[in-house]
């Protein structure tokens, strides 16, 4: 067993313990298919146990009144988080396989930093406003609108952004006075008991304020979703899980905020740098061996440039040969597991079968460091149209499907003839035709000509089937929040 962290443990009511059966399930690392630890298998008694104590914190202390010490609190918990970002970015290479160069980004540096964003946004927050004197039906009443939290939040979470995931959620939620139980997916779950241990061993946070229960079967999400103790389920995940748990939170009504899958549309208009676009849509699919939701995997060019625009990405994947996550130039590691990696090559088959070709990858690579592990080539899928399946859903891998336009408006209606509504990007050399475009389409984000929205003061989710919501930003805080107004007879 390697030494990348303490061992794994859950946070149930203040405690740091393993699963009360003693159950644990092993924690692989995709690149070398090495048992790296074990995690706690949290029993339905676990799971039980940690809404107790969420519910019994939210009920019974004084957490959601007192902002100045959740700001305190989570102040801490930052600075816990970057004084073990050494450790926390190997820890997330070896159990997601994301490549280094990304830890220094969203895989790590940028949610820590959006943690702190969201603790002085708490910390300066308005939660009261005077909504001013009125006279309704001819009664003279003072306004207060007051903004509160919701209660106890299940914070249910996914693999490939395993900390920009847990952060993104536990941040706003906490710092806007819920208690949380986070349940992290079964393939990270040591960055996520990492979190756990910062937190209880360098904050003051209260018991039961945040608990934390991983679990190798989807059992315990599913429990927090229908419990009538849980006030609200903040996800992450596929579409199709998605769908499930917000049918099982209709039984209690509670909130349901979901963060979903996508299929983005990456626009070059006739007017473009063709090399410039096509060049960074094609790098961008191979980031993370594609598994991020908001990747344009869809690269939709002017018929007339087809051929060329193929030529570029192909070239550009053909130079991201997938590789050890830990190599500081890695930008295309493994894929999380062989499930996944069975998923993507049943859909190169599809691609095929559909009528398509490959321009570059359709199968696994066979250097040296691909003998063990889940790898697949970066893939450039050729020769289908925008009906295809391989172009409408997601395959989560390093798969890029080119599309002809005949023209802006046909460009538009392609972006947008899609189940999924998360991103997108527009490229031209005239940035009022691309804003243009960027209006008519129907997603949660937009680049223009290589614009970065990703950033923790900028709203992000989806329109559509990806997604109900939106996380980080004030509006991300603000999904945390009800709304109460208060009227006194004037
Ligand atoms: P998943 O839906 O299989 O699992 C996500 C989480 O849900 C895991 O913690 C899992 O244990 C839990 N879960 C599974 N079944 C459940 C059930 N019936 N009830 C309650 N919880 C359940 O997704 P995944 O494979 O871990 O992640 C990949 C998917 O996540 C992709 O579709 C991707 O697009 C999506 N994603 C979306 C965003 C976004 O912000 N829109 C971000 C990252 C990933």
Known sequence: ??????????????????????????IVNPATEEVIGSAPDASAGDTDAAIAAARRAFDTSSWAEDVEFRVHCLRQLHQALVDAGPAMRALTTAEAGAPAMFTAGPQYDVPVETLAWTTELAAGYEWEHDLGLASPMGIATARTVRREPIGVVAAITPWNFPNQINLAKIGPALAAGNTVVLKPAPDTPWVAAELGRLATEYTDLPAGVLNIVTAQSHEAGAVLSSD????????TGSTATGRTIMAAAASTLKKTFLELGGKSASIV??????GGAVGL???SVCVHAGQGCALTTRLVVPRASYD?????????????RPGDPRDPGTVCGPLINATQRDRVEGYLRLAREEGGSFAVGGGRPDGAVHARGFWIEPTVVVGLDNKARTAREEIFGPVLVVIAHDGEDDAVRIANDSPYGLSGSVSSSDEARAMHVARRIRTGTLSVNGGVWFSGDAPFGGYKQSGIGREMGVAGFEEYLETKVIARGA
């Open 308 to 320: 060329e625009a193929v030529e570029i990405a192909a070239a550009t994947m053909a130079g991201l």
């Open 281 to 283: 849509t094609a790098f």
């Open 1 to 26: 067993m390697s030494e990348l962290a303490p061992p794994a443990a859950l946070l149930v009511d203040g405690e740091l313990r393993g699963a009360s059966g003693g159950a644990t399930f092993p």
């Open 228 to 235: 009538p103790r849980v006030d609200m389920v903040s996800f």
């Open 269 to 274: 208009l006739d007017d473009a740098d063709l």
